[in-house]
């Protein structure tokens, strides 16, 4: 007997912009347009000790900064002083990248499910003879930094390889 789910990708999306604030203090925000069900938003940090030393990633969520505005279909907000604890212990920082991930439809936002639920093998599954669930998304990663056109308007800076 084969195990197996059927998943819908969603439509591609633009390129998220990043919005870099000078000031330290206030936040940073990323800007999503078309995307219907926002599936992760993360601010991924890369660290190395030496750099010969084997590096490390950590991605910390942002998908419950999100808001809908009248100009953007998502707007995120990224305060990097929250960030600071979790950075505390993480080797010094080279690269910094934002990912951003569409959900396909039937998308369950698994953060909103009692824990209970999810654990049971009838709780929440799209597998045929098995258990678990499959979702389908896009994904974009940015670099974590504003870019601007010729003319200093905020534009998406190119596309970089996901950091998983």
Known sequence: MRSYAEVTLPPDFPT????????????????????EDLADVQAVYYGRSLPASKGRILGIGHRQDTVNTAIHDFRISINTEEHETALSTFPPVYKRQVYVAAAGPGFHDFGAINENVTALPEGVSNVTNGVGYLAGIVSKTVPYKSCYDEDDVLVPCPLEPAPW
């Open 16 to 35: 998220p912009v990043v919005k870099i604030d000078e000031n330290s203090r206030a936040p940073d925000f990323v800007y999503v347009d078309g995307v």
